[in-house]
């Protein structure tokens, strides 16, 4: 009882009590209670109660509860409850309290969030798939899933507890285990990974590092990234069986060395041993 069509024309009203459809054409709301669509062509509200389509064309709700559409053509909300959609063409799948918000002064719109809780996104073409309290203030940025996180930069991605990127830091990927302690990106274009029992590597192919900077471990470099063109030894074994001494050179090649006196004269010459054994 009490529906309402009112200053439109082409509009149906399903069943359900206390819905209303105002100043919008082609627009249905098929039952629930107190779902309204006002200032919308070609919107859909399918069921739940207290939903809200405002001034957003095309745009559905297929149910739920307190789910709002607002100025945002083509927007949707697939369920869940207090969820509220302002970019255009943006999804909300379902959950609670997820906000998809314009930004002011931005080109804002398609953005999507699948599910979870008190999820946040203030930009465009940005995403989030699940999780509690994730926001995204950037551009075409992605966090998993996780609780806690932020990006405030472009084209950055985040997954775990408490993983942030911070503004300015553009395709950054910050990626953290159940350890509550936050972890920050470190510049730009950079990868932070955060895991307290270690990161494991399992391949057939080998692990293949192309840096300049080479390899630091705790801020120490282990490995410049620069080829050495000397020749060095890097090894040295002795046989006390026969007397020969083994030694092995940087480039992986061996030379051997008979300490019985038949070659000890030659150890020395370059043209046998050209390498200094170090350490």
Do not use: W
């Not at 002795?238 to 030379?255: I, K, P």
């Amino acid at each position: 009882a009490n529906q309402l069509i009112s200053g439109s024309t082409m509009n149906f009203i399903g069943g359900g009590s206390g819905i209303n459809i105002e100043e919008s054409e082609f627009s249905i709301s098929i039952g629930g209670r107190n779902n309204d669509i006002s200032g919308s062509n070609f919107g859909v509200i399918g069921g739940g109660y207290n939903n809200r389509l405002q001034s957003s064309n095309q745009g559905f709700i297929a149910a739920g509860y307190q789910n709002r559409i607002s100025g945002a053509h083509g927007g949707v909300i697939g369920g869940g409850q207090n969820n509220l959609v302002e970019g255009e063409a943006s999804v909300i799948g379902g959950g609670q309290s997820n906000k998809i918000r314009v930004k002011v002064g931005g080109n804002d719109g398609y953005n999507f969030i699948a599910a979870g809780a008190s999820n946040v996104i203030i930009g465009n073409m940005s995403s989030i798939g699940g999780g509690n309290n994730n926001t995204i203030s950037g551009t075409q940025s992605v966090i998993i899933g996780g609780d806690t996180q932020y990006i405030k930069a472009d084209d950055a991605v985040t997954a775990g507890n408490h993983s942030n990127v911070s503004e300015g830091h553009h395709g950054a990927f910050v990626f953290s285990d159940a350890v509550t302690t936050p972890v920050y990106s470190t510049g730009a274009n950079t990868m932070v990974l955060k895991f307290k029992s270690g990161v494991f590597i399992d391949g057939d192919s080998g692990l293949y590092i192309n840096s300049a900077n080479g390899i630091h471990i705790n801020g120490n470099p282990v490995l410049t990234g620069a080829t050495d063109a000397n020749t060095y030894v890097t090894a040295a074994s002795f046989n006390t069986s026969d007397g020969v001494l083994t030694l092995t050179r940087n480039d992986a090649a061996t030379v051997t060395a008979d300490l019985d006196g038949k070659y000890q004269d030659e150890i020395t010459s370059s043209s046998r041993l050209s390498a200094t054994l170090i350490g």
